[in-house]
């Protein structure tokens, strides 16, 4: 009975035999028809599967930088030029299942197991808070200490908890195993921002040859997670493909599957999509060659690809990607990055990057005073804004303001209120100058209105206040 429900589930989100005909006819990407699909992406309503199909084989390079140039202008028409930065907190790496592709998995004997007591998790929130951070993503395996998952429960209360001098964590996000819905319930209780849950990969075969152990070879059970989620009262949701596991075509596909269906039945797509690219991982061997490598050319289109088809979801990028990929992507469709990230749990108080314990290597190892250096050089305004979360602005709420393009209102002045605190609080004097020529570049360009918003939010910042949004 409970299989059969199962089975329906999966067949009602994720439908392979559309997305295989849609594949296999042949697609006309005949420079007419590319211009026709950029055309109607510019009007910000999204795309359908067919047209996602109809750009996802173009390679002539200058509907190559058409696709680009339409990536960048749907991001900056909805979100600004803000770039919204985050910090990972791997609070545990042990876990039940056995992903073949995972330094945690349960069968690899080359991780030290560790899961941080709350009095660890203090520390190392302590130390992002001082290093600038206000936001996080909780990370774990799937399997929790002997209390289980209230376990995960108190680590959201023990970050709330911690304050030093003006800072605090305003926001968490977690990325955690798929819950029942009373404990999603609980979930929400405990004020999480964003859930989030990657899929790795909707493709049913290579689900089940990637994934040989433990609770996560139930691929219904993960693909109703988001379902269970919203029924819970988590609006945000944040999904996510492992590229490299599948064809990236199939990928978006089924991504654009799940999403119209989490439309169809809440009314709401998914708050962020999440792009992480195979990487190496200790003691596994399909991590450092992937199945289905995904290049970098391929990559930036996946990025734009997605920008211009679901425009009012958040993308996010990892350190997993070099500094250089993580560049390119931010003109065609970025709106989060983590930075100054550790995989490992108690890596930030230990200092370690790629110690035993770590989930997968890193691409971009630069402290996170660089990165905002960096992204501020390249003209995009840091935020640590957590605006919208504190003031119910989520789920359709959020979606109302962001598809007519009226989010940035609000994005850009609070990306520049949280970003002065950043360089007033926590900054080098390097990055203080470069952050202070950016606001002095960015005001002026600003409409009227959020001019006088940012300038008045800018000025309560200077005179000592914090913590100041619209
Ligand atoms: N254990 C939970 C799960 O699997 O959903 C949540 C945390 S898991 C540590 C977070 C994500 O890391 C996974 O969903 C997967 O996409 C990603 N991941 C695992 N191994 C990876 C690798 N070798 N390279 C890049 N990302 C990886
Ligand atoms: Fe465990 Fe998640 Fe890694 Fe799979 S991806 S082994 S579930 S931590």
């Not at 173009?58 to 202008?73: G, I, K, M, T």
């Not at 290579?206 to 988001?226: E, F």
């Not at 379902?227 to 596991?245: H, K, P, S, T, W």
């Amino acid at each position: 009975m409970n299989m059969e429900k199962t089975m329906e589930d999966k067949g009602f989100i994720i439908q392979e035999t559309e997305i295989d005909h849609i594949l296999s006819k042949k697609i006309t990407s005949d420079a007419a028809k590319v211009r026709d699909v950029l055309a109607k992406a510019r009007e910000l309503k999204g795309l359908s599967l067919e047209d996602v199909a109809v750009l996802a084989p173009v390679s002539d390079p200058d509907l190559l930088s058409e696709l680009f140039a339409s990536a960048r202008y749907v991001k900056e028409t909805i979100y600004g030029q803000r770039l919204v930065i985050f910090a990972p907190l791997y609070i545990s790496n042990f876990c039940k299942n056995e992903c073949t592709y995972c330094a945690f998995r349960v069968r690899n004997p080359l991780v030290q197991r560790r899961a941080l007591t709350q009095a660890e998790i203090a520390r190392e929130v302590q130390i992002l808070i001082e290093q600038g951070h206000k936001r996080i993503l909780l990370v774990a395996g799937e399997s929790y200490p002997d209390e289980g998952f209230p376990y995960v429960l108190h680590a959201i209360d023990t970050i709330y908890s911690v304050k030093s001098k003006n800072g605090e964590i305003r926001r968490v996000n977690v990325n955690i195993a798929p819950l029942t819905l009373a404990e999603f319930k609980e979930l929400k209780e405990a004020k999480i921002g964003t859930y989030q849950l990657f899929q790795e990969t909707y493709h049913g075969d290579t689900y089940k040859k990637v994934h040989l152990g433990g609770k996560k070879r139930d691929y219904n059970w993960r693909v109703t997670a988001m379902d269970r989620a919203m029924e819970a009262g988590i609006n945000d949701v944040g999904i996510g493909v492992l590229f490299g596991l599948f064809d990236w075509r199939f990928e978006i596909l089924a991504m654009m599957q799940h999403i119209r269906h989490l439309e169809d039945r809440f009314g709401v797509g998914p708050h962020t999509i999440s792009v992480p690219r195979l990487e190496p991982a200790t003691g596994s061997d399909i991590a450092a060659q992937p199945p289905f490598p995904v290049s970098d050319l391929d990559f930036r289109k996946i990025v734009a690809i997605l920008r211009l088809a679901v425009p009012y979801t958040g993308i996010i990028m990892s350190t997993r990607e070099t500094p250089n990929i993580r560049r390119e992507t931010f003109a065609l469709g970025v709106s989060q990055i983590s930075a100054g990230s550790r995989t490992n749990p108690g890596g930030y108080f230990e200092g370690e990057e790629e110690s035993v314990g770590g989930q997968f290597s890193l691409g971009d190892h630069r402290p996170l005073d660089e990165v905002i250096r960096d992204v501020a050089t390249l003209g995009y305004i840091p935020s640590f804004c957590t605006a919208c979360y504190r003031l119910g602005r989520t789920g359709a709420d959020f979606m109302d303001l962001a598809k007519p393009g009226e989010i940035k209102e609000h994005c850009d002045p609070n990306a520049l209120s949280t970003f002065l605190e950043y360089l007033m609080d926590y900054a080098t004097p390097e990055t203080r100058q470069e952050g202070e020529t950016l606001i002095a570049r960015v005001l002026p360009q600003m409409t009227g209105k959020q001019q006088k918003i940012s300038q008045k939010m800018l000025d309560r910042i200077r005179a000592g206040k914090r913590d100041v949004f619209c």
